[in-house]
Each structure stands twice: as structure tokens, then as C-alpha cells.
């Protein structure tokens, strides 16, 4: 059974950053694409970067040259930098796992940011 645990959410200003974690449980971690979707109130939720299991990464447009996905293959972790964050970035965050078409997600993390 697989876990995803995010932490690192918060407030902060407009311009700030922050940095999001997620800890997954289980031993497909190293085989499985990972991703950071967030939603937003009254908003559908949307993929906002992903990371294959060697290091490829994809980016939502909105996010491209601040938004920076990381991950460690033996640590089973994946970040989300976050960088000169705007208004708009206010969302709950979730981790996702997907593992040849099997997908797990963690319960999400806040971030609120203040203009």
C-alpha cells in the first residue's frame, strides 16, 4: 500500500517562497512518475509539475522559471520549490504517484499567498 505524506505548506507573501515535500511509503517509488497537483477553491484540480522516474520534468505554463520539481529515488521523497509566488498559486497542493497507470494521492497541503 502506497502513503503520500506533503508537508512544507503555509502563508506567505506575494514574491516569497516556499517548499513542499512528500514522503511516499512502499517500495514503487523509484518506478513511478511523480506529480504536484493543486486546486484551488471553486477550481478544478490542475497538474501543476511532474517528474519521471530518471529526472524528466513537465511544467504547467503558469508555473514555468519559478516553480522547480525535484526528487530522490533512495530518500522516496519529492519536492516542489517554489519560487516568487503570486496570488494566483493559492491552492491546496497534492502529491501524486503514478505507477504504470495505478494512481495515489496524499491529502494535500495549503498555501495561501497574500498580495
Known amino acids: 500500500q502506497v502513503q503520500l505524506v506533503e508537508s512544507g505548506g503555509g502563508s506567505v507573501q506575494a514574491g516569497g517562497s516556499l517548499r513542499l515535500s512528500c514522503a511516499a511509503s512502499?517500495?514503487?517509488?523509484?518506478?513511478?512518475?511523480m506529480g504536484w497537483f493543486r486546486q484551488a477553491a471553486g477550481n478544478q484540480r490542475e497538474l501543476v509539475a511532474r517528474?519521471?522516474?530518471?529526472?524528466?520534468?513537465t511544467y504547467a505554463d503558469s508555473v514555468k522559471g519559478r516553480f522547480t520539481i525535484s526528487r530522490d529515488n533512495a530518500q522516496n521523497t519529492v519536492w516542489l520549490q517554489m519560487n516568487s509566488l503570486e496570488f494566483e498559486d493559492t491552492a491546496v497542493y497534492y502529491c501524486?504517484?503514478?505507477?504504470?497507470?495505478?494512481?495515489?494521492w496524499g491529502k494535500g497541503t495549503l498555501v495561501t499567498v497574500s498580495s
Open positions: 501524486n504517484l503514478n505507477h504504470f497507470g495505478s494512481a495515489y
Open positions: 512502499g517500495s514503487i517509488f523509484s518506478l513511478s512518475i
Open positions: 517528474i519521471a522516474p530518471y529526472g524528466t520534468t
